[in-house]
């Protein structure tokens, strides 16, 4: 009788054993991508409570920030993050005179506190656009100019602003904001500052 030819255990080629290695690299690559995309997106939004943002002068804008703005036409564009930010359907724009820089002005009316003015969007010249909206001003125009034309009558700023006097909301579709402080280009428009000392008692509210 013919003797069946034993079989004998045989060791496992190295090609599978660096395919193996290699797909262990790659999966640990793929995961170490999308944690570092879930860190970078929670830090781009907020936590994810923000898919928008706007760029002002080249600059990308957080959820608050502080600009300078120029005499003439000023554009901020509104961008959408890629894949989760979607088409922008509808966004407001409001101004307000900020009430933490609070400071004093004189009218006939006497001394006035500057942060009792509150909503002043319709004393801007705003255009709003499907991608961006336009902030247009005078050349030169300063904060002297704006209570000016506020107050209808000729003013004189009787303390210094400590920041940016104004405060710009830029609400989005998705209910997130972007909180923009801006000064005008002309500064406060007051050639002597002298650090005049106003009792509150006397101011008008």
Do not use: C
């Not at 898919?51 to 300078?68: H, K, P």
């Not at 930010?85 to 966004?91: D, V």
């Not at 904001?177 to 000392?197: A, C, Q, Y």
């Amino acid at each position: 009788m013919a003797k069946k030819k034993g079989g004998g255990a045989h060791a496992a080629p190295k090609k599978k054993s660096y395919i193996g290695a290699a797909v262990g690299v790659l999966v640990l690559l793929v995961v170490l991508a999308l944690g570092g995309a879930a860190i970078w997106l929670t830090l781009k939004t907020d936590g994810f409570t923000r898919t928008r943002y706007i760029v002002y002068n080249g600059q990308e804008l957080g959820a608050e920030a502080s600009v300078e703005l120029s005499s003439g036409e000023n554009i901020f564009e509104l961008k959408a993050l890629p894949l989760i930010g979607g088409q922008e359907s509808g966004y407001s724009v409001k101004i307000e005179a900020d009430p933490s820089v609070n400071f004093y002005y004189r009218t006939s009316g006497g001394v006035q506190a500057f942060s009792r003015i509150g909503d002043v969007t319709e004393m801007f010249e705003i255009v709003l656009g499907e991608n961006s909206f336009t902030l247009t001003l005078a050349e030169g125009y300063s904060l002297r100019d704006f209570l000016t034309d506020y107050s209808g009558e000729e003013v004189s700023i009787e303390s210094e602003p400590q920041g940016a006097p104004f405060m710009m909301t830029v609400t989005f579709s998705e209910k997130s904001k972007s909180v923009i402080r801006f000064t005008l280009p002309g500064g406060t428009g007051e050639n002597d500052m002298n650090g005049v000392t106003i009792d509150p008692p006397h101011v008008v509210f």
